[in-house]
């Protein structure tokens, strides 16, 4: 390297960790029915709208894999960097976010944090203000889906950083 060379920002990362296992291929049964049901909750219900809750679930599950996917999904549907890097922090930037994104996000917050107790009936009726009965319905099996592959990201140590948009779907 020369005086004017500057170190890549990732010479200095560790190195990544491997997966556990593939799950697609040992359970392959699994993750196809993972597929199907992925597709039929997402119908009905804004793209972006979709990438913001799948970002908060993610990011609360603590699951890079899909935090990776879900921003990269968002920017390429024409998300801002701005919105997504505020999502951690919502609560305090809600100027960034509709009426309808925030019930969906304080809902995915709920059902995803289920530690906390129930969903409160206060937020379910937030929701229910900016969705009708059917879009609710496929909005908490949106969120329902992302947890289940959260947990499968989690658990079988997926590596993030290899998704490129629109490569595969869930």
């Not at 995915?108 to 937020?123: Q, S």
Request: aromatic share 8%; hydrophobic share 40%; proline share 5%.
């Amino acid at each position: 390297m020369t005086t004017n060379e500057k170190p890549r920002a990732n010479e200095s990362y560790a190195p990544e960790h491997s997966p556990r296992l593939p799950l697609a291929k040992l359970a392959p049964e699994v993750y196809k029915a993972m597929v199907m049901l992925d597709a039929a909750a997402r119908q009905g219900l804004d793209p972006v709208l979709l990438e913001l809750v799948k970002i908060r679930a993610s990011q609360i599950n603590h699951c890079a894999f899909c935090l990776d996917m879900h921003t990269k999904d968002a920017l390429a549907a024409g998300e801002s960097v701005e919105r997504i890097i505020q999502l951690s922090a919502w609560e305090e930037s809600r100027h960034f976010y509709t009426g309808k994104e925030i019930a969906a996000i304080e809902l995915t917050e709920a059902v995803t944090v289920l530690t906390d107790g129930f969903v409160p009936d206060e937020v379910y009726e937030r929701a229910a203000e900016h969705f009708d009965e059917t879009e609710l319905a496929q909005l908490i099996s949106a969120i329902t889906v992302i947890n289940a592959w959260n947990r499968f990201g989690v658990s079988t140590r997926m590596a993030p950083g290899h998704y490129t948009p629109g490569q595969y779907q869930h």
